[in-house]
């Protein structure tokens, strides 16, 4: 059993949703997270401060890019989308079939079709504009955040505007901390350059018209000009803003007129999509009551949706291709055979290594006589479940759910229970890191392990 809170799943969605993911959101989250990790990636292996302050976020990064990779290339070998029509024909059979039917359930379908062709530009854009502007430029991530401040200056109210900068000084560190100025200079010009040859200049904020205007269309010497003159490059400098904050100031800074321009149009973006969204929901709540209706003998199951889920399953291997067999457990001699010295991934410590060769697994290892590291299931996980305890049938913690199988990407839109796996770390490998590799068995003596 696992036991956690998965983020979301979308079973039902419609083939005309699947074909948006695959062409729109997941092809433009692989190209353009692609493009931000590779740039994090060389500052990250040539400074190891900047290697620090950038793992977590290339991690972060890093997550769902594969698994949008993952997902596109499942369904497409799977399918998915043809299956989906041809679920959907039988489906429009049904409600064919009878004048009620057609009446409550007629246009289902063609709302969720229509809003998905109708909202194809505005929604590649914002997505773009959240990945590009949101999720890549830090520092105009940072200057974004200022709006707030930007009206209560302008509203001249003392005490609110002291609070603020007060909470802004204290938690100054956490943009700061893992922030590194060359880095990003480098992300914005790369970003900005990616926006403008991918979007439609009908999407473009306004500061595009300000390059060309003052710049001549350079964006490296537009970049160049927000790095060394906005205050929001170092800590000094914006706690000096904070220290005597004009709105003058704020609203003639760089950084902060690529912010606003950029959220001015992220916000008419979102205004233009309503329509569209309250379209695409009115049909996928009345296609669902169809489906349920047209199968009155399946329980459909609801999607995932944050709150707690139980999922239940037995350990399995599996089968991903023909004549490609994927064992249901893994050892430390299969974690050493990947070591690559140097490599960002693939890399171990020295005392790892030495504790493997030596075979010193103390209580943990298997009866086969190597330590297990991790173990595959057959039961069905999302995002969000990283971290979840898995137990066996004695109500006994065994593992730890963190990742699913590449072949199972298509999971959060359609389930394939000969494909899916749920991925597991052996806690007798939890166990082994605290104890023996980290010396840390005084941690274990607050525990009732079990032999």
Known sequence: MVMGYPGGTTRYMT???????????????????????????EDMMADPKVNIQYASKYAGSSNYWKFSIGQNEGLTRLRTAEKKAAFEADFIKWVNADPDRIVIYGNTLSLIENAVKGREEKYNALQYITEVFRGSTELIGFASQMTILEELLAGKD?????????????????????????????????????????IDPKYWPDFYALIDKKFKGNVDAFVENIFA???????????????????????????????????????????????????????????????MEYMPDKTQYPDANSTMRLTYGKVQDYYPYDAVHYNWYTTLDG??????????????????????????????????GHLPVCFITDNDITGGNSGSPVINGNGELIGLAFDGNWEAMTGNIAFEPDLQRCINVDIRYVLWVIDIYSGAGHLLKEMDIRE
């Open 158 to 198: 003392a005490d609110r505007t002291a609070g603020m900068i007060d909470r802004m000084k204290r938690n100054l560190d956490s943009f700061y901390g893992d922030y590194n100025y060359p880095t990003d200079r480098k992300m914005t010009k790369a970003m900005i350059n990616l926006y403008k040859e991918d």
């Open 229 to 291: 003159k906005s205050i929001f490059t170092s800590t000094d400098k914006f706690n000096a803003f904070l220290s005597a904050p004009s709105l003058k100031i704020l609203q003639r800074d760089p950084a902060f007129i690529v912010a606003k321009s950029v959220n001015d149009v992220r916000t008419s973006l979102q205004k233009d999509l309503e329509g569209f969204n309250a379209d695409m929901s009115k049909g996928q709540r009345t296609y669902l009551a169809g489906v």
């Open 335 to 368: 974690v050493v055979q990947k070591y690559q010295p140097g490599d960002y991934e693939f890399d171990l410590p020295e005392r790892l290594i030495e504790l493997n060769s030596k075979k010193e697994y103390g209580r943990y290892a298997a009866p086969e």
């Open 15 to 41: 083939s005309y949703e699947v074909d948006e993911a695959m062409r729109i959101t997941n092809a433009n989250r692989i190209k353009i997270r692609g493009e931000r990790q590779d740039i994090w990636m």
